[in-house]
């Protein structure tokens, strides 16, 4: 599988490191490359870029459009602040392709968490608008980066993950690609309108996070 996986902070890097090693060709897409190498700096719960780079020398480093149109499926691994406006940019380069969108709608302005979509919209929504004629699978974005790759760090993996799409086929694809991943336990929401409860989940998620002082965690469904 050829992928392109946009945006090179945490969710990036763990997509890209995870896909490398499942033996696919990775290209991971940025702004700019030049500035992405030279970044030295340590990220937000990441080590810098540039570093991460020279350790994964598997993985390509292109400009968003490029990675884009010469990768058969794409994970938007983007900060929601930045993500609508970044894909719609790609409009062409993504178009017939399947769209793995793993941000969401998070606001801190105001010093506390806000979605700046919520209850009747949301990101992934305006990410399916916004690109007609790419098939957009909303998954992983309620877990931590870790979890969403090695589903077993936690519990053995005995936790589930949610999609939601318009596309049958295209969610069909994602769900192989996360049993690569080790996810045994999958919960299809259906359309892309359900994409409005996985972004609403995420303030519970950071309140679960600050209470128990780790983002080794994930939700179970029992019945």
Partial sequence: MVVAVLGTGMV???????MAELGHEVTIGTRSVKKALARMEPGRMTEPFGVWAKKHKTVKVAAFSDAARHSEHIIN???GQ?????LKSLRSELAGKVLVDISNPLDFSSGELKLFFVNDDSLGEQIQKALPATYVVKAFNTMNATVQVN????ASGDHHLFVAGNDKKAKA??????????WKNIVDLGDIKSAR????????WVNLFGIMGTAQFNFKIVE
Avoid at 82 to 86: E, M, P
């Fill in 12 to 18: 990036g890097q763990a997509h890209a490191e995870r």
């Fill in 77 to 79: 691994a983007l900060s």
């Fill in 82 to 86: 930045a993500a609508l406006k970044v």
């Fill in 151 to 154: 589903p077993k760090s936690v």
């Fill in 173 to 182: 694809e994602v769900a192989k690609l996360a049993k690569s991943y080790g």
């Fill in 197 to 204: 409860g996985m972004e609403m989940i995420l303030p519970i």
